[in-house]
């Protein structure tokens, strides 16, 4: 496995692309972090200043939502590459176990999103901490329960999405039919919302987003969204290994 | 040693490959022919695990190809040149397939210089030529120095130099001891290269032996005698069970007797003979023979015949 995740690792950084591709979705993940933390007077109506620390922390952490979608373009160009460029002939007759290469760029794609998640959130947080030291307002404290809640919680999205993708680009064998799954289920729940509440109660705690919000502490409590930080982490992982066995069986079974 | 047993597949119910069974031998170059859709890049993608079978099994050394441990030193294989991300370097190509297969990364160096991709190995392969592909490709199979190499259609692209140099190439590899198997629709090659043939027609297998044997089982074979007294001959070779056609200059073709029985029968009977000359046919004319009216997709103008099967 080892041998196998040290592979897909060059797969993605022997290319330019993907090296430029990351600096990017970092670069514009965090300046759109700020863009929207000192324009909320426009999108909230609200001065800087009359938001809590927090409320500024959690608009430039919009940032993440941007990397989250970069990173779900990424994962799905990414994976797709195995079909479109037929790569998938030389990778099957390397590691022909496909459930191991499956697992292979599973893993290398988790520790990626990993990476890139605490990256970002350090970065957008010590951003958070230089808009808040400029308007005079007090710094963002980890030690604060909320606030150390919130940035744990959002660090979670991109990784969940980035390994939905995967899973979705192998099933669909393509980066469209990837992207459009992960991004549909992110955009789900805006559509739930519109229908009455006997929908949005029966539908809301199955979704993702739910998950994270709770995880996050977004979660209004009472909403149809808030879940037990268990039950949080449980639907995540039901999510992402129910996606992942349906495309390890589908991949499994198909020819090339 | 690659077996396969009664290997089957079919798509949406059209047989693609029918109950194969045979052996790729190690120490000889293996032809593999048959035309468009016989079903060769079928079974050497299912001898990967590419694809599945629908029946039937095919193993390497006992085990299929999806339980050996390092499968690229026991098959190395050029599926498809194409393979490759465009976008990566020769080198950086032949890395990532050493670094997933645990092989040291000296050994891509080594493949760069056997192919001739040494000058070349930090160029992107979007550039490359056809021709350069498919030495990457060969390069790729070649990497885990496996003891079977599998190559479809590997001639495709290559220039003079390229197709010299990979003839002697699989003619190494098999003195070396390993089993080659090529697929390639170049009849002159394959009969240059290959110690023995196999021929699929329609997903059946319609022969398995040496040119030599194909030869000698041909129609097209036949014995070329001229003799001072034709109809005295003619009434002794077919007693001998020889199948005759005499052709408009007075030549004797004679069928299913050899050179020497002749010779033999001639000398008995005081016939001089003017000329004996075993006439054998090309590999095309002999692929022509067996294929006829097998073929899924036949050029306009084509004249039907008949396609048959050795034993």
Redesign the interface.
């Known amino acids: 496995m080892k041998?196998?995740i040290?592979?897909e690792h060059?797969?993605i950084f022997?290319?330019?692309?993907s090296r430029v591709y990351l600096l990017f979705t970092i670069g514009i993940s965090l300046v759109a972090g700020f863009i929207f933390s000192v324009t909320t007077h426009v999108t909230q109506g609200r001065s800087i200043t009359d938001l809590s620390v927090l409320e500024v922390v959690s608009a430039n952490m919009l940032g993440m939502d941007l990397a989250s979608i970069l990173l779900i373009i990424f994962t799905g160009l990414s994976v797709s590459?195995e079909f479109t460029?037929?790569?998938?002939?030389?990778?099957?007759?390397?590691?022909?176990?496909?459930k191991k290469f499956f697992m292979g760029k599973y893993i290398t794609f988790f520790l990626l999103s990993i990476v890139l998640s605490v990256l970002l959130i350090t970065l957008i947080y010590l951003s958070s901490q230089i808009i808040l030291m400029m308007n005079n307002m007090d710094a963002a404290n980890l030690a604060n329960t909320d606030i150390r809640q919130f940035v744990l919680g959002i660090m979670v999205m991109p990784v969940f999405y980035c390994l939905l993708t995967v899973a979705a680009t192998i099933f669909f064998k393509s980066s469209g039919g990837g992207m459009a799954f992960s991004i549909i289920v992110m955009a789900v729940p805006a559509l739930i919302n519109m229908f009455p509440d006997t929908v949005q109660k029966i539908l809301l705690p199955f979704m993702p987003q739910s998950a994270i919000h709770s995880l996050s502490g977004t979660a209004a409590e009472g909403s149809f969204e808030a879940l037990g930080t268990g039950t949080s982490i449980g639907l995540l992982l039901l999510w992402l290994v129910i996606t992942a066995l349906i495309a390890i069986i589908s991949f499994q079974?198909r020819?090339? | 040693m690659i077996e396969m047993k009664n290997l089957t597949k079919t798509f949406k119910g059209k047989i693609s490959v029918n109950q194969l069974s045979l052996v790729i031998h190690p120490g000889a170059v293996t032809g593999f022919l048959g035309p468009n859709g016989a079903g060769k890049s079928t079974t050497m993608?299912m001898i990967?695990?590419?694809?599945?079978p629908s029946e039937g099994s095919v193993t390497i050394d006992g085990q299929s190809?999806?339980e050996?441990k390092q499968?690229?030193s026991k098959v190395g294989?050029l599926?498809?040149g194409?393979?490759?991300?465009?976008?990566?370097t020769a080198k950086?190509h032949l890395?990532?397939?050493a670094?997933?297969?645990?092989i040291p990364k000296k050994q891509a160096e080594k493949m760069l210089r056997t192919t001739g991709l040494e000058n070349v190995r930090h160029k992107q392969v979007h550039t490359f030529s056809l021709g350069m592909k498919q030495r990457l490709g060969i390069a790729?199979a070649l990497l885990g120095n496996p003891e079977t190499v599998i190559l479809d259609e590997p001639f495709n692209g290559l220039d003079v130099d390229g197709i010299h140099w990979l003839r002697e190439l699989t003619k190494k590899l098999a003195q070396d001891g390993k089993a080659v198997l090529i697929s390639s629709h170049l009849m002159s090659e394959m009969q240059m290269i290959a110690d023995r043939m196999i021929i699929l027609a329609q997903g059946n297998l319609i022969a398995d032996m040496t040119v030599t044997e194909l030869a000698e089982k041909s129609l097209g074979s036949y014995v070329k005698v001229s003799c001072e007294n034709n109809e005295e001959l003619i009434s002794l070779l077919t007693e001998k069970g020889a199948d005759i056609k005499q052709s408009k200059n007075e030549e004797l073709h004679v069928h299913h007797l050899e050179m020497k029985q002749i010779g033999l029968l001639a000398k008995e009977k005081n016939l001089a003979l003017y000329e004996l000359t075993k006439i054998q046919p090309s590999l095309e004319q002999l692929f022509v023979e067996l294929t006829e009216d097998k073929m899924d997709y036949v050029s306009a103008g084509t004249p039907p015949g008949k396609g048959r099967k050795l034993k």
Do not use: C, H, W
Request: net charge positive; proline share 5%.
């Open positions: 041998n196998i040290q592979a060059k797969k022997f290319l330019r692309f590459r460029a037929e790569t998938i002939y030389s990778s099957l007759a390397v590691v022909p176990d496909r079974k020819d090339f | 993608k990967l695990g590419l694809m599945n190809y999806k050996l499968p690229i294989a599926i498809n194409n393979a490759v991300n465009p976008q990566l950086q890395e990532l397939i670094a997933a297969s645990g790729t």
